[in-house]
């Protein structure tokens, strides 16, 4: 991460000690987060970030800033003392109250954190291992993105060990449902599907974006109920993510997977590109256009 982070209203040296272990939020997991890339300094696709933490944060009972200017200026603050033109943030809603083992003397409801970090280089590939019951659709908590992540942590570095990049999570209908980072995505003829909602995957932002910004000649994108089979039987597999874009599967294990899809994952690629700089542009103007008034 970079030297810098924002806690609450100050930017902060790293090293610096700034919490509590009376904190709730911090001992449990009790709290949302999200991860947004930063595009010529720009928050790029602000707005959804926003909305979804909104909405987790209701459902999780954690307190959460009404005024998403409040949070996005406060963000920009952390950009800019970390010089970030390019990279990843990652901003997090801590609880403080609640529980037997609060803290004393603590006054804020939450906490806000936040630090930047430089763009990952994951290759052109991936490799995925496969997680039965790794996602457990019924539960009203499914597809909220909380800081209790210890359980998607753990798989994803026991498929580090066994020379796998990513897991495929089931869930208890053995249905796919996302991985432990990323959404997933098949490619047969002309459709491409992901796994829907009701599989208990997050609603991921890139996800979103190729499911209703995202235009390409030919291509549908759509949501459709998948099984391990149906990664097996598709022209190409690909999973996304925030700080991925779209990266091309090579190899599920137990399953034998096609790469003639290629074509299509590059046009989507570059289709999100282009839409990327384009929302960063129609940024940049509204920034200037608020600076003249």
Not at 77 to 95: C, H, I, P, Q, S
Not at 97 to 123: K, Q, S, V, Y
Not at 262 to 281: D, F, G, I, K, P
Request: charged share 25%; proline share 3%; net charge negative.
């Amino acid at each position: 991460m970079h030297r810098f982070l924002l806690h609450n209203e100050e930017i902060l040296d790293a090293h610096q000690k700034s919490l509590s272990a009376g904190q709730v939020g911090l001992l449990n997991g009790w709290g949302v987060f999200s991860t947004i890339r930063v595009a010529d300094a720009v928050l790029f696709a602000f707005e959804r970030h926003w909305e979804r933490i909104r909405r987790d944060a209701a459902l999780m009972h954690v307190p959460c800033p009404t005024d998403s200017d409040w949070l996005k200026s406060r963000l920009l603050r952390l950009v800019e003392a970390n010089a970030v033109r390019n990279g990843t943030l990652r901003v997090a809603l801590v609880r403080n109250h609640g529980g037997l083992f609060e803290g004393p003397g603590i006054d804020r409801d939450f906490d806000l954190l936040a630090f930047t970090t430089e763009i990952n280089h994951w290759g052109d590939r991936v490799r995925l291992t496969v997680q039965p019951h790794g996602r457990h659709a019924q539960s009203e908590f499914a597809g909220t993105k909380i800081l209790s992540w210890a359980q998607n942590l753990t798989w994803y570095e026991e498929a580090h060990r066994r020379g796998f990049d990513e897991v495929v999570l089931l869930n208890e209908r053995g249905e796919v449902s996302e991985c432990t980072s990323a959404n997933i995505f098949v490619l047969r003829g002309s459709e491409v599907a992901t796994p829907p909602l009701s599989s208990g995957c997050l609603p991921g932002i890139t996800r979103q974006l190729l499911l209703e910004e995202i235009r390409v000649p030919g291509i549908s994108v759509v949501e459709r109920t998948l099984m391990p089979e149906d990664l097996a039987q598709a022209g190409q597999v690909f999973i996304t993510s925030t700080t991925r874009d779209l990266l091309a599967v090579s190899e599920i294990e137990g399953l034998a997977v096609q790469s003639a899809g290629l074509a299509v994952v590059h046009e989507l690629t570059s289709a999100l590109e282009a839409y990327r700089e384009a929302y960063v542009r129609q940024s940049a103007a509204s920034s200037r256009n608020k600076v003249a008034v």
